[in-house]
């Protein structure tokens, strides 16, 4: 069945470092590919999306591209904030899991001034 | 514009106790779900409905109820709560249930039982 796998957390990176979190999936077909973020007692919110291969999603400064080869969707931002400390999901919809969103176990990121 | 809100948002029940995790949305979408987050395991998919009086069973049901007799509202019952069903609840809701749309979530109930 389909699968979302992150890199393990906590990551932990001084402001103005860069950030990458890993994702990898499986699944047949051409899902769907999201990023979520979830910051501290709130529920999920979307960061951004790709829904084919080759596509590129991006906000706020995030950056993650969709790349069918190595079933990889893996989110960078080129100079973190404080701000952006929170949990980040990757997540994958598509038809081979029946259209139910499949979300890897969240990485949590803290940003040290 | 309220979205998905959760009520409550916090609850402590004992053991063998039921209750109900309230879930509506004001968007008109057609599919909502409930998920348990857990240390770990990130989000896993309790029941969903791609609408009114339709639903189904997700990852882990045992131990929950739902229904949809209404587009906006979802509830989750708990029938006899355990402490392993101490988590925090999500409800989310998508305009639709296939094709590339992403959910809008509520901001969580957390439960513990005791």
């Known amino acids: 069945g389909n699968s979302v796998t992150q890199m393990e957390g906590p990551v932990t990176l001084s402001e103005e470092a860069f950030l990458t979190i890993n994702c990898t999936y499986t699944a047949t077909g051409y899902p769907s590919l999201f990023w979520y973020v979830q910051y501290p007692g709130e529920g999920l919110q979307l960061l951004l999306k790709?829904?084919?291969?080759?596509d590129k999603g991006s906000n706020k400064g995030f950056e993650a591209t969709y790349r069918k080869e190595t079933t990889s969707f893996h989110l960078e931002k080129g100079s973190v904030q404080v701000s952006d400390s929170a949990v980040y999901f990757c997540?994958?919809?598509?038809?081979?899991?029946?259209?139910?969103?499949?979300f890897g176990a969240g990485t949590r990121l803290f940003v040290k001034a | 514009n309220a979205g998905v809100t959760q009520t409550p948002k916090f609850q402590v029940l004992k053991t063998g106790q039921s209750m109900t995790l309230q879930c509506a949305q004001d968007m008109n979408h057609e599919y909502m779900s409930w998920y348990r987050q857990d240390p770990g395991m990130g989000l896993r998919l309790i029941h969903y409905s791609v609408g009114a009086g339709i639903t189904d069973q997700g990852e882990v049901p045992n131990g929950y109820n739902v229904s949809r007799s209404t587009t906006e509202d979802f509830p989750l019952r708990l029938l006899s709560a355990a402490p392993s069903q101490t988590s925090v609840y999500f409800c989310a809701s998508s305009y639709s249930f296939t094709g590339n749309t992403e959910a809008f979530f509520g901001q969580g109930t957390r439960l513990t039982v005791v």
């Open positions: 790709a829904t084919k291969a080759d």
């Open positions: 997540a994958l919809k598509g038809e081979s899991g029946g259209f139910k969103t499949i």
